[in-house]
């Protein structure tokens, strides 16, 4: 199972970020998303698509449907520039699976 | 809750490295953990799973055979040892608790929280 996201995402501060994240019949799944800063551990902003672990602000928010998984950032900051991955459980090989990762530049 | 993991290393190649990844914060012997590396530059690559309940244990197909994880509930700390290593097993190796209570086996879940993970660097 492939999940797909692109290597760059760039945003003015201020403005809303979208990182997507495809992979097949991703709608059906639990997706995750992680934050990761340069030289860090990653930590987790979103669960089950759209759930916000306790100290992750309300600006982090995600959708999924059909073959696509978002996560939206509003009112983007500068400490919101950090590497994102989305994540998921794949049934048929039995694995975890991570997208490649998007790099998000605020501008 | 917390997860800390023993320092860096450096092995030559067909050597083995074993990492320990120490948890506070919650009952141990209640949860799983899992193994994920990230080479230099790359992204996030799962390697498998293992009970701290029962010790049972899931390897990604990529890492079976030489792949080994364990626990110590006397000193609430898991194990993952990677053997025959080459320079493509250069990366951070990070240890991640499952959100399940007492799993069987490793299923649709996220991973929170990690640990600051451990830089294994393979070079003759």
């Known amino acids: 199972y492939v999940l797909t996201q692109p290597p760059s995402v760039s945003v003015d501060p201020g403005k809303t970020a979208r990182i997507p994240c495809g992979g097949n019949k991703i709608g059906s799944k639990s997706v995750h998303w992680y934050q990761q800063r340069p030289g860090q551990a990653p930590i987790l902003v979103l669960y089950?698509?759209?759930d916000r672990p306790s100290g992750i602000p309300d600006r982090f928010s995600g959708s999924s449907s059909g073959n696509r998984a978002t996560l939206t950032i509003s009112r983007v900051e500068a400490g919101d520039e950090a590497d994102y991955y989305c994540?998921?459980?794949?049934?048929?090989?039995?694995?975890?699976?991570f997208g490649g990762g998007t790099k998000l530049t605020v501008l | 809750v917390q997860l800390k993991q023993s320092g860096g290393e450096v092995k030559k190649p067909g050597a083995s490295v074993k990492v320990s990844c120490t948890s506070s914060?919650?009952?141990?012997?209640?949860?799983?953990i899992n193994w994920v590396r990230q080479a230099p530059g790359q992204g996030l690559e799962w390697m498998g799973w293992i009970s701290t309940y029962n010790g049972d244990t899931r390897y990604g197909q990529k890492f079976q055979g030489r792949l080994t994880m364990s626990r110590d509930t006397s000193s609430n700390t898991v194990y993952m040892e990677l053997r025959e290593l080459t320079s493509d097993d250069t990366a951070t190796y990070f240890c991640a608790k499952d959100p399940f209570d007492y799993p069987s086996q490793p299923r649709e879940g996220w991973f929170d929280p990690w640990g600051q993970g451990t830089l294994v660097t393979v070079s003759s």
């Open positions: 914060g919650f009952l141990f012997t209640s949860s799983a």
């Open positions: 994540h998921v459980w794949d049934s048929s090989s039995e694995e975890q699976v």
């Open positions: 089950d698509g759209a």
